[in-house]
């Protein structure tokens, strides 16, 4: 958002005032007309009404990836034991092939944050799981930031905000997070991207003019230098987001008959 926003400004010369604060920020502060465009990871929450109202616009597929302190030994994970590791079965890094050390698990606060709502549906087909957590934190930049700091501690996050710090991404069942592993549906932990607007909003058509440019071919460059997929590019991904929600489904009910 920060490229695409400078990018937009000289090319128009309307300034947009940029605010973090995670999805949810970027859904509700649309609806009340605080902010005339957001950015998100999750659509909206069904039955929500301070919801209801916006409009998400798909711009890219984004990848969340599992990180870890640059120290540590381990290079891949699978989706099996990403189930387990937040449903607290796994708890040692022996586990995962690392040292012998404690497993810190650190997650985003809340079940509707961007990284903890999509956690819960691709993994879990729930989103009311709790996870087993050592930490939880308020936003994804302290917690990267605590990652750097712990060698024992792992995490999931974007791949846009994760490639930008000196983390380990791991694989993911032998799998990179990388452009044409996202675009094919090979790397199975993706998500769309929105930006979101009040179709109400008095700014309307210069929120759609930014949107058009998003999809544009300077938009599209944007988005895959940060690492993500321009949603036009992978259409198949929609198909394919059918599939993934079957995988977490079986994990999930895999789980619950193994109890």
Not at 94 to 111: E, I, M, S, W, Y
Not at 213 to 227: C, D, E, L, Q, Y
Request: glycine share 8%; with cysteine; net charge positive.
């Amino acid at each position: 958002m920060t490229d695409l926003a400078k990018a937009y400004e000289l090319k128009k010369g309307i300034s947009i005032n940029l605010q973090g604060g995670g999805a949810t920020k970027g859904i509700r502060q649309v609806a009340d007309h605080t902010s005339d465009i957001g950015g998100a990871c999750r659509f909206f929450l069904p039955g929500n009404q301070l919801e209801e109202s916006v409009a998400f616009e798909p711009v890219a597929w984004d990848a969340l990836v599992i990180i870890v302190n640059k120290n540590n030994p381990v290079q891949d994970i699978s989706f099996q034991q990403v189930h387990d590791l937040y449903s607290g079965k796994i708890t040692n890094w022996k586990q995962l092939g690392g040292n012998d050390a404690p497993v810190r698990l650190f997650t985003r606060q809340g079940k509707i944050s961007g990284v903890g709502y999509t956690i819960r549906k691709l993994i879990f087909a729930n989103p009311d799981k709790v996870f087993t957590s050592s930490k939880e934190f308020k936003s994804s930049g302290p917690l990267e930031k605590a990652i750097l700091e712990d060698e024992h501690a792992i995490a999931i996050t974007g791949i846009s905000s994760a490639r930008l710090r000196d983390l380990k991404i791991l694989t993911l069942d032998g799998k990179k997070a990388d452009y044409l592993s996202i675009r094919r549906g090979k790397y199975s932990l993706y998500r769309p991207l929105f930006l979101t607007y009040n179709p109400q909003s008095k700014n309307v058509e210069t929120i759609k003019d930014f949107i058009n440019f998003a999809h544009s071919s300077t938009g599209r460059k944007i988005m895959k230098k940060n690492g993500v997929v321009p949603y036009l590019e992978a259409l198949v991904l929609v198909m394919k987001q059918v599939q993934q929600d079957q995988l977490a489904q079986k994990t999930s009910d895999n789980d619950y008959t193994s109890h």
